[in-house]
């Protein structure tokens, strides 16, 4: 079993002009090993910032705390090295990588992440299977990475990655966003399967709970001005279904996502 945990994580975004605007301001955390995290809180409460600064974007500087993973200090690793340590990030707004197929970023990066390049005989079936389970073309294979992709096959591809390099701890930016109800339930059932094998933890970030009722969270924690301000079961879902976050939202300062 895995385990992430994050301990009075402060962090502060750098501004163009040099200054540093501090964003999360003490975040307390633990994910292990086939439990599933939901983050929800308003547009600029700071959790696409948890999310960029645990995968070691240097546009966030970590001004105190920790994350370990297995005991292991990830502030201390390189970006690629979170990703062979077990982390991976599903961004929000994934990018465009002209010049390199889909089949040979996916077969690089299982490469990197095992140590050795997966088997020829068996790495073709297992590509064709992951993408017909996410309902894409295997066609898309050879296809530069995301460039002409609609949003939910960009979508769509970042699961994919998820299911063929079974991470220890996925994190998932707002998955949701711009998905239409069916490619929604697609994406929701690739998530599910990985969680479901028992080795990967998830962490869920997302404004709303229409992914949730696809995707089952084990905790609910909600976020506002860049702290965790309350947490519980999946019944915390519903309640801010019904309730949103004004309550939680007022005299707290805004942070930025």
Not at 195 to 203: F, H, I
């Amino acid at each position: 079993m895995s385990t992430l945990e994050i301990r009075d994580l402060k962090v502060s975004v750098k501004l163009p002009e040099g200054e540093l605007k501090p964003i999360l301001a003490g975040v307390d955390l633990t994910v292990k090993s086939g439990e599933t995290h939901a983050i929800m809180g308003p547009n600029g409460s700071g959790k696409s910032t948890l999310a960029y600064s645990i995968a070691g974007h240097p546009k966030y500087e970590i001004t105190g705390g920790t994350v370990t993973l297995d005991g292991e200090d990830v502030l201390a690793m390189t970006v690629d090295e979170r990703a062979r340590a077990g982390l991976f990030l599903a961004m929000q707004y994934p990018v465009e990588v002209p010049g390199v197929s889909v089949a040979n970023f996916l077969r690089t990066a299982k490469t990197a992440i095992d140590g050795e390049a997966p088997k020829l005989r068996t790495w073709g079936g297992e590509l064709r299977g992951a993408m017909e389970r996410l309902q894409m073309d295997p066609a898309f294979a050879q296809r530069n990475v995301n460039e002409g992709f609609s949003g939910g096959e960009k979508k769509r591809h970042e699961i994919v990655q998820l299911e063929l390099l079974k991470p220890k701890i996925a994190i998932l930016d707002e998955t949701d966003s711009g998905l239409d109800v069916d490619a929604l339930r697609v994406v929701s059932g690739g998530v599910n399967r990985v969680r479901d094998t028992g080795d990967t933890g998830v962490l869920l970030i997302t404004h709303y709970t229409r992914i949730l009722r696809y995707i089952k969270p084990d905790f609910v924690h909600v976020f506002i001005a860049g702290r965790i301000v309350e947490q519980g079961g999946p019944e915390l879902a519903d309640k801010l279904e019904a309730e949103g976050y004004e309550r939680y939202a007022a005299g707290a300062g805004t942070a930025k996502a």
